[in-house]
């Protein structure tokens, strides 16, 4: 691997990027998409290796540039197959990426920051606090980590991620440009051509960003409402007050609008037992999303240590899906997977470095309640999904 602090890193380089910066360094743009291959389809540690470029390139190249991975911390794996790295990035602070299998399809789920500004009740990344945004390089460097670490281990599975989620740490429209070309890296034949329909980046709900992910970008999208009402969204999800769900119900249709083809929303609902269960409330989510396209997410509560909250229960879980159900909605259930790792979904700890003051917070909130907390070293959660269809 080439490392070096003060060396442009160009791993996380869209095409368009890095095309620009071979035509400052006087070279062809067609350079770019040679780096690309060897960078994002060979997965090379060094230039050195770049052998359809010139020597004199290639020594010029390992003065001003790198090709810079996070380091991995640590690796767990489930005996459900599910894997979780623990990610170092740049700034010393630790990310988690979670790799669920499901038959041929394996779903990589990435972080797109250190920790999480918005502080969503039932969210044990937002009682982290918030410590930096990722790189476009730590973000895409996770995938490129997770596809040579599948490789090494399962040769001959033939495409190992071929979905990959938002879903990690991080509110993904904080991080705006980074996530952008990490984005159009994943979907770029010359990156790691994931289709549009298989990359979603899942949103709390930062209203002005869908606009502009809008100009720029045609990925999936995933919203998490996690309520039906204002009232019940504004303690859940506490950017609802500023952006509240009529807001971001326009800015979802709005969105689709400009995919121009068929193509839906997903929903996340977190299923709180007494909080977002009831009958009601399924009837008013179903009366809410009328008329967009879109299928409903469920998700059990997944709980943490300090939390409140509890999981649904199996009677409450079923009741709603079928009031759903009968609204003739789009549904998924996501089951647990990677629990023996602690790899269950959107309890992701990763090691933050707070720069809110929350994070000291909830721990003073655990020692007054005798909370015992696992070393974060094997205690990071993430947030991992096993779509289960049912209609
Ligand atoms: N910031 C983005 C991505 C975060 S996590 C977003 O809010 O969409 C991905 C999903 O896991 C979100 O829908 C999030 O609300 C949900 N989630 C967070 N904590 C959870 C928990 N303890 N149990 C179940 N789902 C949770």
Not at 85 to 100: K, P
Not at 177 to 198: F, H, Q, T
Request: hydrophobic share 35%.
């Amino acid at each position: 691997m080439i490392t070096s602090g003060s060396r442009i890193n160009l791993l996380g380089m869209s095409q368009a990027k890095l095309m620009q910066f071979f035509q400052e360094l006087g070279e062809k743009s067609f350079r770019a998409q040679q780096v690309m291959k060897w960078i994002h389809h060979e997965g090379v540690q060094s230039f050195e290796e770049m052998t359809n470029l010139s020597k004199a390139l290639r020594a010029r190249l390992n003065e001003c540039a790198e090709v810079r991975e996070p380091e991995v911390a640590f690796e767990k794996i489930s005996k459900d197959g599910t894997r979780k790295w623990l990610v170092r990035v740049d700034n010393g602070s630790c990310v988690e990426t979670v790799f669920i299998p499901q038959g041929k399809r394996g779903t990589l789920c990435i972080s797109s920051q250190v920790g999480c500004a918005l502080d969503c009740s039932f969210c044990s990344t937002g009682k982290q606090g918030f410590s930096a945004n990722l790189s476009a390089a730590e973000i895409v460097g996770q995938v490129r980590m997770a596809i040579r670490s599948l490789k090494e281990t399962e040769p001959d599975r033939e495409r190992a991620v071929s979905n990959v989620v938002f879903m990690g740490m991080g509110e993904p429209l904080l991080n705006f440009d980074n996530v952008v070309d990490a984005v159009s890296l994943i979907m770029d034949d010359l990156g790691y051509g994931i289709s549009k329909r298989r990359v979603t980046l899942s949103t709390a709900g930062v209203v002005p960003a869908i606009y502009e992910l809008a100009k720029v970008s045609d990925v999936s999208l995933a919203v998490s409402l996690h309520a039906p009402t204002d009232e019940l969204r504004n303690e859940l999800v506490p950017i609802n007050r500023k952006y509240p769900i009529a807001q971001l119900i326009e800015a979802c249709q709005h969105y689709l609008d400009g995919l121009g083809e068929h193509r839906a929303i997903t929903i996340e609902y977190t299923l709180i037992d007494g909080i977002n269960d009831q009958p009601e409330h399924a009837r008013q989510l179903a009366e809410l999303l009328k008329g967009l396209e879109c299928k409903i997410n469920l998700i059990p509560f997944n709980p943490f240590p300090g939390s409140d909250y509890k999981k649904v229960s199996d009677a409450n879980l079923e009741q709603f899906q079928q009031i759903l159900y009968k609204r003739d909605c789009r549904i998924m259930v996501r089951t647990t997977r990677g629990e023996d790792i602690d790899a269950a979904c959107g309890q992701l700890v990763g090691q933050v470095n707070d720069r809110t003051g929350r994070s000291a917070r909830h721990q003073r909130r655990l020692e007054a309640k005798k909370v015992q907390v696992m070393p974060l070293a094997n205690d990071g959660f993430s947030s991992s999904s096993k779509g289960k269809h049912i209609q």
